[in-house]
């Protein structure tokens, strides 16, 4: 499994979770947990995925999230999960 | 598994807050660069380091990407070149073509800066020693990257003496031969009592004789973090305040030992240090100065200070040292002038003055960084300021640096902009009155009763 964390940050909208979920499936990425939140008005999304069966590295899907996010006007990041074990779990 | 609050915290630290992994430094050992002449050692140099880091970089910007956080700086320090080019170099053209081949193995693989240009002198100069010394002014008048450093005292050894005169000299002419840039050249420069070998930031960075062939060390940063933090509990007592700066200097140090541990395998290359400081940048909300003012003070600089920045310094290394399984370099709170906003407007209102930050190194992680001074000081007053903070470092068994600039042309009351991460700083008094026959008595002074532990 190559777990990533993706978040979503931005202004809230109709189909924000719908447009990336769509992406996730056409590139066989499974997601394995959504948690979302509204912090200030503002829209907040963390999403735990699985990109093993993806034909995509990190780097490609980053910069197609980057597009999406741009598309719907949110800001869209795709990371490594170690580095919020790193810093969060002793 | 972790939750939406802990990513959004750490993600919040990165965009809001200035968290950085400020620097990779790779450290190769020249050691094994040393040839026939000067020729044959300077293409030994260039190719050892074109070769060990020539992913450097990329892996640089690859890790940046893979964790969402930037890693700023890709950096190389060397073993210290009086040592590589002791058999070869006679004269000190032959070292400034040393420093002009870092120069150009550092520029080919694409990182900022290169350290090394360094001489460990804290006993005493070999002829090839006091070359490499002599060589600095025109080394980095001509080089754009490369860094150089001086180690001339330690608890161990005492002070140098002769060194601390004889660069007081080169600081002076290392500014006159860089006058066009505003003595650019100087900011290049460090002198240090008890150096460490495996600090990986600039302009100090050099790569110990007791190291491995090649490593890779991180120092980290976050200032902002820090004092976004503080923000939290404005009006709490120490206690509250001190396990705050604990808890956020563990979490700063956990992305940084994940990035060296990270580099360190992609790079084939074994981990040596995290280096856990603060280190400010000249940008709105990276500085020390402004950690200072959220602890309580109207200023950095005011009556408090020392005390603050002692306690700031020593709950970042409790909180880090946990967060790493080896730390080393520096480690603590750099409080240079000119990289700090906070500092600058300190100096500028006058509540910091050279002696409250002479005081302040006493505590912090480094020393007199940083702080341009007027253009006329006398090469005897710069040795009398560097022997004041080496004397500091020798007594207190810590690190204890002085990066002057002597701004020629210029004097209190002007400002010099350096550009980029280097800032700008006004020019600050300097105290007038004489040392000349102190520094002019030569020889070195003796290791303090309390380095005696056999």
Same mark, same amino acid.
């Given at each position: *499994?190559?777990?990533? %964390?993706?978040?979503?940050?931005?202004?809230?909208?109709?189909?924000? %979770?719908?447009?990336?979920?769509?992406?996730?499936?056409?590139?066989? %990425?499974? %997601?394995?947990?959504?948690?979302?939140?509204?912090?200030?008005?503002?829209?907040?999304? *963390? *999403?735990?995925?699985?990109?093993?069966?993806?034909?995509?590295?990190?780097?490609?899907?980053?910069?197609?999230?980057?597009?999406?996010?741009?598309?719907?006007?949110?800001?869209?990041?795709?990371?490594?999960?170690?580095?919020?074990?790193? *810093?969060?779990?002793? | 598994?972790?939750?939406?609050?802990?990513?959004?915290?750490?993600?919040?630290?990165?965009?809001?807050?200035?968290?950085?992994?400020?620097?990779?430094?790779?450290? @190769?050992?020249?050691?094994?660069?040393?040839?026939?002449?000067?020729?044959?050692?300077?293409?030994?140099?260039?190719?050892?380091?074109?070769?060990?880091?020539?992913?450097?970089?990329?892996?640089? $910007?690859?890790?940046?990407?893979?964790?969402?956080?930037? =890693?700023?700086?890709?950096?190389?320090? #060397?073993?210290?070149?009086?040592?590589?080019?002791?058999?070869?170099?006679?004269?000190?053209?032959?070292?400034?073509?040393?420093?002009?081949?870092?120069?150009?193995?550092?520029?080919?693989?694409? =990182?900022?800066?290169?350290?090394?240009?360094?001489?460990?002198?804290?006993?005493?100069?070999?002829?090839?020693?006091?070359?490499?010394?002599?060589?600095?002014?025109?080394?980095? /008048?001509?080089?754009?990257? =490369?860094?150089?450093?001086?180690?001339?005292?330690?608890?161990?050894?005492?002070?140098?003496?002769?060194?601390?005169?004889?660069?007081?000299?080169?600081?002076?002419?290392?500014?006159?031969?860089?006058?066009?840039?505003?003595?650019?050249?100087?900011?290049?420069?460090?002198?240090?009592?008890?150096?460490?070998?495996?600090?990986?930031?600039?302009?100090?960075?050099?790569?110990?004789?007791?190291?491995?062939?090649?490593? @890779?060390?991180?120092?980290?940063?976050?200032?902002?973090?820090?004092?976004?933090?503080?923000?939290?509990?404005?009006?709490?007592?120490?206690?509250?305040?001190?396990?705050?700066?604990?808890?956020?200097?563990?979490?700063?140090?956990?992305?940084?030992?994940?990035?060296?541990?990270?580099?360190?395998?992609?790079?084939?290359?074994?981990?040596?240090?995290?280096?856990?400081?603060?280190?400010?940048?000249?940008?709105?909300?990276?500085? #020390?100065? $402004?950690?200072?003012?959220?602890?309580?003070?109207?200023?950095?600089? &005011?009556?408090?200070?020392? &005390?603050?920045?002692?306690?700031?310094?020593?709950? =970042?290394?409790?909180?880090?040292?946990? &967060?790493?399984?080896?730390?080393? !370099?520096?480690?603590?709170?750099?409080?240079?002038?000119?990289?700090?906003?906070?500092?600058?407007?300190?100096?500028?209102?006058?509540?910091?003055?050279?002696?409250?930050?002479?005081?302040?190194?006493?505590?912090?992680?480094?020393?007199?960084?940083?702080?341009?001074?007027?253009?006329?000081?006398? &090469?005897?007053?710069?040795? !009398?300021?560097? /022997?004041?903070?080496?004397?500091?470092?020798?007594?207190?068994?810590?690190?204890?640096?002085?990066?002057?600039?002597?701004?020629?042309?210029?004097?209190?009351?002007?400002?010099?902009?350096?550009?980029?991460?280097?800032?700008?700083?006004?020019?600050?008094?300097?105290?007038?009155?004489?040392?000349?026959?102190? @520094?002019?008595?030569?020889?070195?002074?003796?290791?303090?009763?309390?380095?005696?532990?056999?």
């Amino acid at each position: *499994m190559k777990k990533r %964390i993706v978040t979503v940050v931005g202004k809230d909208s109709v189909g924000i %979770i719908a447009k990336v979920c769509v992406y996730f499936a056409d590139n066989e %990425i499974n %997601i394995l947990d959504i948690t979302q939140t509204i912090v200030g008005g503002y829209f907040n999304m *963390m *999403m735990v995925v699985d990109i093993e069966k993806s034909s995509k590295g990190t780097a490609a899907i980053a910069s197609d999230l980057d597009k999406i996010g741009e598309e719907i006007g949110v800001q869209i990041k795709i990371q490594h999960e170690s580095i919020f074990e790193s *810093m969060h779990r002793i | 598994m972790i939750s939406i609050n802990e990513v959004l915290e750490t993600n919040a630290m990165v965009s809001k807050m200035n968290l950085d992994v400020r620097t990779i430094t790779m450290g @190769i050992s020249l050691l094994d660069c040393v040839g026939a002449d000067v020729e044959d050692t300077c293409n030994k140099i260039y190719k050892k380091i074109t070769t060990k880091a020539e992913h450097l970089v990329a892996t640089g $910007e690859k890790i940046s990407e893979m964790y969402g956080v930037p =890693v700023v700086h890709k950096r190389i320090s #060397v073993t210290p070149i009086a040592l590589v080019g002791g058999s070869v170099c006679k004269t000190t053209d032959d070292f400034v073509k040393l420093a002009e081949t870092l120069d150009k193995a550092a520029k080919k693989v694409g =990182v900022n800066f290169i350290g090394g240009y360094s001489a460990l002198v804290c006993k005493g100069m070999t002829p090839a020693d006091e070359l490499l010394i002599r060589s600095i002014p025109k080394a980095l /008048a001509t080089t754009d990257v =490369v860094c150089s450093s001086v180690n001339v005292g330690s608890t161990k050894t005492g002070i140098n003496m002769d060194a601390v005169k004889l660069i007081g000299e080169m600081i002076l002419e290392t500014a006159e031969l860089t006058k066009e840039q505003d003595s650019l050249g100087c900011c290049k420069f460090v002198v240090f009592c008890n150096a460490p070998d495996d600090n990986p930031f600039m302009a100090g960075a050099f790569h110990g004789v007791t190291e491995a062939d090649c490593i @890779i060390n991180v120092g980290v940063s976050g200032p902002g973090v820090v004092k976004s933090a503080l923000e939290q509990v404005r009006g709490e007592n120490f206690e509250v305040l001190c396990e705050t700066i604990k808890k956020t200097a563990f979490k700063v140090t956990r992305v940084g030992q994940l990035v060296a541990k990270e580099a360190s395998k992609l790079l084939d290359v074994p981990f040596g240090i995290v280096d856990l400081s603060l280190a400010p940048t000249p940008a709105v909300g990276d500085s #020390v100065g $402004e950690i200072l003012e959220e602890i309580g003070l109207e200023y950095a600089g &005011a009556p408090g200070t020392t &005390a603050a920045l002692a306690m700031l310094n020593d709950q =970042v290394k409790k909180g880090g040292v946990m &967060a790493s399984s080896y730390v080393g !370099g520096l480690s603590g709170a750099f409080i240079p002038v000119s990289e700090d906003q906070r500092m600058i407007d300190a100096v500028s209102a006058g509540a910091l003055t050279l002696e409250k930050l002479e005081a302040m190194t006493c505590v912090c992680s480094v020393g007199l960084d940083m702080i341009a001074i007027p253009g006329d000081t006398k &090469a005897t007053t710069i040795s !009398g300021i560097i /022997a004041d903070e080496m004397a500091l470092g020798m007594i207190n068994q810590k690190t204890t640096a002085v990066r002057l600039i002597p701004v020629i042309g210029k004097t209190v009351g002007d400002t010099v902009e350096f550009g980029g991460l280097l800032g700008y700083a006004p020019i600050m008094p300097v105290n007038q009155f004489a040392c000349d026959k102190f @520094i002019n008595r030569g020889g070195r002074i003796p290791a303090p009763i309390h380095s005696f532990k056999n």
